[in-house]
């Protein structure tokens, strides 16, 4: 009877997101990074992977990966080389396996070789650090269930000249279900060829203009070409009713991305 192998992707999703990644398994810094460069260019760096925990030897293994992101704003997790952006032909990694000791640390560079003929815009991908304890494959003896923690570490290579451009494309209201509270969604469409990092605002208002809530609207990734939702969670749920919304983005120019929407609460 074979060895059944399930991937943790909670770090993977903070490694994406830039959120601090501390879990069972090993842990990576920096868990993203952006490069500007110029095509024929060389680029080499290194990660440091180490294992946070008292006791028991890691094996680590490094694997690749691309993404994009859905209508919802999830990633969604392909095989290297998998679309046009995708830098991960461009990448070496060395070491690919080793091992860790409790509160031991592991030096891996990676090189980037960036192709003469590469045209502008934002190139990206994933190097995942997978890890279990040494002895696991002894320990299940070939039956039962064996648990890896899969963390990532987020490359991106903007090349120029870059084109920074998006709009609102759309709002809508998602009511509390659960333990999940109200939200504003917000569509956003990236025009441009540039990964942006979105941040902002909703303001709800009546339809007689009066401020009803304002919510943050949570930071967020935006690839280029890919249309997206970005949630804003509100304080409480609205009142039935029609209301007023507005939008209005960063994503690090001198100039804001606003749209105005109107939704009804039944």
């Excluded at 919802?72 to 091992?99: D, M, Q, T």
């Excluded at 504003?184 to 441009?192: A, K, L, T, W, Y």
């Amino acid at each position: 009877m074979s060895t059944v192998t399930k991937f943790s992707f909670a770090l993977a999703l903070a490694a994406l997101y830039g959120m601090a990644l501390a879990q069972t398994g090993v842990g990576v810094s920096p868990p993203r990074t952006i490069f500007d460069a110029q095509p024929g260019e060389v680029i080499t760096r290194s990660i440091q992977v180490d294992h946070p925990g008292n006791r028991g030897i890691l094996a680590v293994t490094v694997g690749f990966n691309d993404f994009l992101l859905d209508p919802k704003g999830n990633a969604v997790y392909l095989p290297p080389a998998s679309h046009p952006r995708s830098l991960l032909p461009w990448i070496s990694v060395n070491p690919l396996e080793f091992r860790l000791n409790p509160k031991a640390t592991q030096e891996v560079r990676y090189t980037l070789t960036i192709p003469e003929d590469a045209e502008p815009g934002s190139y990206w991908g994933i190097v995942f650090f997978d890890s279990e304890p040494a002895n696991a494959a002894e320990n299940t003896a070939g039956v039962g269930v064996r648990f890896r923690v899969r963390v990532g570490h987020v490359i991106y290579v903007n090349i120029p000249p870059l084109k920074r451009s998006g709009a609102i494309v759309g709002m809508r209201y998602q009511p509390p279900k659960g333990d999940n509270p109200a939200e504003i969604r917000v569509s956003f469409e990236n025009e441009g060829n540039a990964a942006l990092r979105l941040s902002g605002r909703v303001e709800v208002r009546t339809e007689s203009g009066v401020l009803v809530q304002t919510a943050r609207l949570s930071d967020a990734p935006s690839l280029p070409g890919s249309t997206h939702e970005v949630g804003a969670v509100l304080k409480k749920p609205l009142e039935p009713g029609r209301y007023v919304t507005l939008a209005v983005f960063d994503y690090g120019q001198s100039d804001l991305v606003a749209g105005e929407g109107s939704i009804e609460v039944r």
